[in-house]
């Protein structure tokens, strides 16, 4: 019995770290994806030189960005400036071990409440990072985290709220068995694209990346990173693109059950909709973006979390 929980151990341990390989190879060519989208979208060629088709630019890039020079950044708080980018690609990885394995060794009762405790403690480390770099443009990104990051979890987490009434659990295994016969995004579509609009806040993709506003702020509170750090604070944004992408398609759809062939074409689907909304629309004016998330999405979800609890009730009294 030992010898087989030992084994199972072991295995459990090596799948996470080959995820976790995977993972940090799929940012890679997301970036990649990314330029070549992007240029396709105004009509230019991208990245085409390094290796076939440009398809060694990443690796080319990470080596770049590794080897430039590591300075003292000056009256930053030196040890937590350094410090935040390490922890935002920690988030990144631990958000990634809420992976729901079929067959596990541990099982994860409430990932859903794990993810929202990861995302909120994340939009802290985006603050820490602008002010610790004691730089003026740095601290205004840092400020606009605060209002859009916190405005966006709360339409977030309402919308979560309303999968787990639905399914009645905490866990997204259990999000994919209820899905066997309709999926959330045919019943609740129109919360798929609130969910989606959420997302792009969240992760402060265009056209709401105000946090790195480049025309204004010069890209904002990671402006003082540099080398290794901002290496760190690349991996960890793209690393959260697919995970939400890969969190919709779990919340959504029950593809991961069904098929993993089309599940792998929904979540590319999900991440090439991500960067084409950067090709395609402009930047949202600030006072815009708030008045979608307080005005326009948040009565919507509310409106569906009275509906969905006073449906349930209806089938508890049927019952």
């Given at each position: 019995?030992?010898?087989?929980?030992?084994?199972?151990?072991?295995?459990?341990?090596?799948?996470?770290?080959?995820?976790l390989?995977?993972?940090?190879?799929?940012?890679?060519?997301?970036?990649?994806?990314e330029?070549?989208?992007?240029?396709?979208?105004?009509?230019r060629?991208?990245?085409?030189?390094?290796?076939?088709?440009?398809?060694?630019?990443?690796?080319?890039?990470?080596?770049?960005?590794?080897?430039?020079?590591?300075?003292?950044?000056?009256?930053?708080?030196?040890?937590?400036?350094?410090?935040?980018?390490?922890?935002?690609?920690?988030?990144?990885?631990?958000?990634?071990?809420?992976?729901?394995?079929?067959?596990?060794?541990?099982?994860?009762?409430?990932?859903?409440?794990i993810?929202?405790?990861?995302?909120?403690?994340?939009?802290?480390?985006?603050?820490?990072?602008?002010?610790?770099?004691?730089?003026?443009?740095?601290?205004?990104?840092?400020?606009?985290?605060?209002?859009?990051m916190?405005?966006?979890?709360?339409?977030?987490?309402?919308?979560?709220l309303?999968?787990?009434?639905?399914?009645?659990?905490y866990?997204?295994?259990?999000?994919?068995?209820?899905?066997?016969?309709?999926?959330?995004?045919?019943?609740?579509?129109?919360?798929?694209?609130?969910?989606?609009?959420?997302?792009?806040?969240?992760?402060?993709?265009?056209?709401?990346?105000?946090?790195?506003?480049?025309?204004?702020?010069?890209?904002?509170?990671?402006?003082?990173?540099?080398?290794?750090?901002?290496?760190?604070?690349?991996?960890?944004?793209?690393?959260m693109?697919?995970?939400?992408?890969?969190?919709?398609?779990?919340?959504?759809?029950?593809?991961?059950?069904?098929?993993?062939?089309?599940?792998?074409?929904?979540?590319?689907?999900?991440?090439?909709?991500?960067?084409?909304?950067?090709?395609?629309?402009?930047?949202?004016?600030?006072?815009?973006?708030?008045?979608?998330?307080?005005?326009?999405?948040?009565?919507?979800?509310?409106?569906?979390?009275?509906?969905?609890?006073?449906?349930?009730?209806?089938?508890?009294?049927?019952?």
């Amino acid at each position: 019995m030992i010898y087989n929980f030992n084994f199972y151990l072991m295995l459990n341990i090596l799948s996470l770290i080959i995820l976790l390989l995977v993972l940090l190879m799929s940012v890679a060519f997301l970036t990649l994806l990314e330029r070549k989208i992007l240029s396709y979208v105004q009509m230019r060629k991208g990245p085409n030189k390094v290796g076939i088709i440009g398809v060694f630019q990443p690796f080319s890039d990470a080596l770049k960005l590794i080897n430039k020079e590591l300075f003292y950044v000056y009256k930053s708080n030196y040890n937590l400036f350094y410090m935040c980018p390490l922890m935002s690609f920690v988030f990144m990885l631990m958000m990634w071990m809420l992976y729901p394995y079929i067959t596990n060794i541990y099982f994860l009762n409430y990932s859903v409440l794990i993810m929202i405790i990861l995302m909120t403690i994340s939009s802290y480390v985006i603050i820490f990072m602008g002010w610790s770099a004691s730089s003026v443009y740095s601290m205004i990104g840092s400020m606009r985290s605060v209002s859009q990051m916190l405005s966006y979890e709360v339409s977030f987490i309402f919308i979560i709220l309303i999968l787990m009434i639905m399914s009645e659990s905490y866990s997204f295994l259990d999000f994919l068995k209820y899905q066997k016969y309709i999926w959330y995004m045919i019943i609740l579509y129109p919360l798929f694209f609130m969910f989606f609009i959420s997302i792009l806040a969240e992760l402060n993709r265009s056209p709401m990346d105000f946090i790195e506003g480049e025309s204004e702020l010069v890209s904002g509170f990671n402006i003082e990173y540099f080398s290794g750090g901002f290496t760190l604070i690349f991996l960890s944004e793209y690393g959260m693109i697919i995970f939400f992408s890969y969190i919709s398609i779990l919340m959504f759809t029950n593809l991961l059950e069904l098929s993993m062939f089309f599940m792998f074409i929904f979540l590319n689907l999900i991440c090439s909709m991500i960067i084409f909304m950067r090709g395609m629309l402009p930047r949202m004016r600030y006072d815009e973006l708030m008045y979608l998330c307080w005005k326009i999405i948040l009565p919507m979800i509310l409106f569906y979390v009275m509906f969905i609890i006073g449906f349930k009730f209806i089938l508890v009294l049927i019952n």
